[in-house]
Structure formats: C-alpha cells, structure tokens
C-alpha cells in the first residue's frame, strides 16, 4: 500500500528513495514522481510506471540553486552569467533550465539519451528538505499515467498510483497548476522556450535583455529528433472523454450544436461564462474568474470529468492568444480533439 509520508516523516521519504521506490513529491506547479537521478533501475521503473516513451527526457530536481554547477558541463562563463540571473529571479520557482550535462552523472534513461539535461529549484520546502535528506537530485516527472491529466493533489496520484508506488508526501493542492516552464540555454541562436509555463517570454526577456528569446514553435528544429524537454513529442492531459477547446465568442453556437444533436457535455469554464451557459449542462467545473485560477484548476478539471461516465464530450473555455494564457492554453489544446476559436 502507498504510504502517505508527514511532513515529519521525510527521512521515511528519503528511505523509500534510497530503496529503489518511487515517491511522489508537491511542486508549486504539480505533483512530481520521484526517483534517485543516478540509480537507473529506479529511473527505469518511473517509464514503466507511467507508461511513458523512453525518449521523453525526465526533469531532475535539486535542493539548492548553485548544485546546477555540480551537473552542468563548464563552458567560457557566458552561460553561468545568464544562470546566475534566471536563478536570481526565478529560483526557487517554476524554471526549467536545459544545459550541458557533465558525462557519466545520469544514466542516459535520464537526459533521454541526449548531452543535455533540464534542471530546476522547486519552490516547495519540504520537496527541496526531501531531496536534502535523500542525498541526491531526483527526477520528478508529473505523478500520472502518460497522457492523462496531471496531478494537483494528493488525491490525483493515488487515483493513479494507489500501491503502485512507495510513497506520497502530503501536501496541499499545487498552486500553479501547470508545469514548469522549460528553458533550453544549449542553443548558439539564443534563449529557447521549448515549454511554456508559468514565467513568460516577457518576465525572460526582462532579466536578460542583451540575448534572444524565442519560442520553440517559432525557430526551426527537426521534429525527428529526441525531444530535449518533456512534452515536446506526445500527447498529452487528454481524459477518456473527448475535449474541445472552445472560445467564449465560439460557446453559444457550438453548445447549441451539442444540444440539437442531443450529445451530452460537461462544461469547464470560468464564473462569467457558465453564469450564462451552465443550465445547460447537467456537470460543470469552475475555472475561476482569471487565468491564474483557470490554470490553477485545469487539470483538476478534466479529472473531475474523467470520472462522469454519461458524458459524451467535455467542453472547456479556450482563453485568447496572447502571452500571459500561453501557458493554459498549451495544456487544454494538448489534451483537446477539436479546437474552437
């Protein structure tokens, strides 16, 4: 059975780690699947867990900004200038940074058989105490089976891993709701966004003005490659039911075609829209009143639904293009069928 780890238990945590078990630890942005970064059967056992392809590069996860030195290959110093203000202004927070990875640290199930390796801070003090106590970064992807929504909550792992893995460290919710923002520094072009999260082009572009930043779908890559960052190649946060992403100015005729077509829908969407359209379905979710608590409830949202079994279709709000809803929206289209805008 899982064992739910106390706050004051986190030596029991560190333990099932050192053991070879999987440990689900809180994040701010979700709930991370925890494995000893240097033990490869135990990173192994995470891919099988979850049902995840063996090329898809695992984040590790460390207890305090300056071990990213520990892990990254040197280079002439421009790259530790630029590390030094991201860590500055984002760390402990939801920033991934992609590097050079110093060989024969991480078994190459790991970096997904790439010389590069994504490396974050969490701001989560007892995820950061975990890893202190475990002796050893762990990779943390989202504690979920592959391509189903990610977890916000205790509740979320069990629902997927209830005896599967070691342990859960209880927390409460996440309150991001997304992961974290992944930033490649390995490109001579610039600053590459392959993820986004949380922190924005904008917020990057700030802290370090004198180096390009661009988006992962706006500079040209080989998409037969290995992907350098997690959720870059698969599908993604889809749950049993098909979801359409469907503009506020899209909602009136698209659900008035559901209805004519007698389809049964649940409909996620923020307190404005479902003040007008929630009659109309017998399930619905609330987003909130913005894109931070819309972001923050997503995938709590599309697992709510997983469990509704009359449910033919799942409608969720689509926010405009714009950057500060890049995040929300990279998550909902991932998981969507159709698209409405």
């Known amino acids: 059975m899982t064992k739910i780890i106390q706050a004051d238990q986190l030596e029991e945590g560190a333990a099932l780690l050192q053991s070879g078990a999987l440990v689900a630890f809180p994040t701010e942005t979700v709930f991370g699947l925890g494995a000893i970064a240097n033990q490869e059967a135990a990173v192994k056992s995470v891919y099988t867990v ?111 891993f209830d005896g599967v893995i070691g342990g859960i460290i209880n927390a409460e919710p996440t309150r991001i709701g997304v992961e974290s923002t992944v930033l490649d520094l390995t490109d001579e072009r610039g600053l590459i966004i392959l993820r986004p999260g949380y922190i924005t082009k904008s917020m990057i572009t700030e802290v370090i003005p004198d180096v390009p930043v661009f988006l992962a779908g706006s500079i040209a890559n080989d998409a037969t490659e290995a992907p350098k960052a997690p959720g870059m190649k698969y599908i993604h946060y889809s749950p049993n039911q098909p979801v359409v992403a469907v503009s506020r100015e899209n909602m009136t005729q698209f659900l008035a075609s559901l209805s004519d077509q007698e389809i049964s829908f649940a409909l996620a969407a923020t307190d404005k829209t479902l003040e007008r359209f929630g009659q109309m379905t017998e399930v619905s979710f609330k987003l909130g009143n913005n894109i931070d608590s819309a972001t923050q409830a997503l995938f709590a949202a599309l697992r709510f639904f997983d469990d509704q079994p009359n449910i033919q279709q799942i409608v969720v709000e689509l926010f405009p293009d714009i950057e500060e809803n890049a995040a929300y929206r990279n998550r909902l289209i991932k998981a969507s069928s159709l698209v409405v805008e």
């Open 50 to 160: 979850k049902g995840r392809p063996s090329d898809n590069p695992l984040i590790v996860h460390i207890a305090d900004a300056n071990q990213i030195y520990d892990y990254m290959m040197d280079d002439d110093g421009k790259r530790h200038q630029i590390i030094e203000k991201l860590a500055a202004n984002f760390w402990p927070g939801p920033l991934t940074l992609v590097v050079p990875v110093k060989k024969d640290i991480f078994p190459a199930v790991v970096t997904g058989g790439m010389e590069t390796v994504g490396i974050r801070l969490p701001d989560q003090e007892l995820t950061r105490e975990l890893i202190r106590k475990t002796g050893f970064p762990i990779v943390g992807p989202s504690a979920n089976i592959s391509g189903k929504p990610s977890p916000t909550s205790v509740d979320h792992v069990l629902h997927d």
